[in-house]
T-cell receptor
C-alpha cells in the first residue's frame, strides 16, 4: 500500500543553519515524489519534483532533495536557512495502478527559523 | 493568469445547513481535486475529476458531493453540514494525473457550529 511518513511534525533551526526535513515513502511501483510548501493562510506551492531523471533534484528557493531507492527516502535539504523559509512542508508520493492513480500527502512538517 | 481561485474564503454554517464551494482554474487543466486539511493530518482527498462531466470519490467522500459541468469549474457541496466538516478546504488542478504537479487555490476556511 502506498504511504508517506514525514518524521517530525515540527523542526526548529537557527538562521543560517542546515535545513533537513525527512520523508519516507512506500510504493509498489516507482513513484513520482513531490515536495510542496505552504506559507500561512495560503495554498500549497510546488518546491520540487522527482521524476526518475536524476536522483538529486533541485527546486526553488535553494532547496533540493535526494531520492534514495534503497532507503525509500526523499529528504529535503537547504544548506542555509532563511527567516522566509518558515512554513509548513509536505511530501507527496504519486503512482499509477490499474484503473487510475493516487497521490498521498504526508502529515506535514512545520519549519521554524530562529534569528 | 489567476491560476486556481476559490469562493468563498471564509464561511460559518450552522449544523444542518448546506453550501457550495466554487473552484475555478484558468490553466485548461483536465484534472481537478478537492482536499480537506486538518491539523496533523495533512491533506485528504475528498473527490476528484479527470475531465469535464466526470467525478470520482477520494479518501473521505462521505457528506460531500461534487460536480464538474464545465472544464474550468469544480463545485463541492455540503448538503447537511456537521461540526466534523469544520476544516480548511483546498481545490487543486493538474494538467493530467499522477505525474504532474498540482496547483492549489488559497483555501476556504469553513466552521460548522
Amino acid at each position: 500500500a502506498q504511504s508517506v511518513t514525514q518524521l517530525g511534525s515540527h523542526v526548529s533551526v537557527s538562521e543560517g543553519a542546515l535545513v533537513l526535513l525527512r520523508c519516507n515513502y512506500s510504493s509498489s511501483v516507482p513513484p513520482y515524489l513531490f515536495w510542496y510548501v505552504q506559507y500561512p493562510n495560503q495554498g500549497l506551492q510546488l518546491l520540487l519534483k522527482y521524476t526518475s531523471a536524476a536522483t538529486l533534484v533541485k527546486g526553488i528557493n535553494g532547496f533540493e532533495a535526494e531520492f534514495k531507492k534503497s532507503e525509500t527516502s526523499f529528504h529535503l535539504t537547504k544548506p542555509s536557512a532563511h527567516m522566509s523559509d518558515a512554513a509548513e512542508y509536505f511530501c507527496a508520493v504519486s503512482d499509477a495502478y490499474t484503473g487510475g492513480f493516487k497521490t498521498i500527502f504526508g502529515a506535514g512538517t512545520r519549519l521554524f527559523v530562529k534569528a | 493568469n489567476a491560476g486556481v481561485t476559490q469562493t468563498p474564503k471564509f464561511r460559518v454554517l450552522k449544523t444542518g445547513q448546506s453550501m457550495t464551494l466554487l473552484c475555478a482554474q484558468d490553466m485548461n487543466h483536465e484534472y481537478m481535486y478537492w482536499y480537506r486539511q486538518d491539523p496533523g493530518m495533512g491533506l485528504r482527498l475528498i473527490h476528484y475529476s479527470v475531465g469535464e462531466g466526470t467525478t470520482a470519490k477520494g479518501e473521505v467522500p462521505d457528506g460531500y458531493n461534487v460536480s464538474r459541468l464545465k472544464k474550468q469549474n469544480f463545485l463541492l457541496g455540503l448538503e447537511s453540514a456537521a461540526p466534523s466538516q469544520t476544516s480548511v478546504y483546498f481545490c487543486a488542478s493538474s494538467y493530467t494525473g499522477w505525474d504532474y504537479e498540482q496547483y492549489f487555490g488559497p483555501g476556504t476556511r469553513l466552521t460548522v457550529t
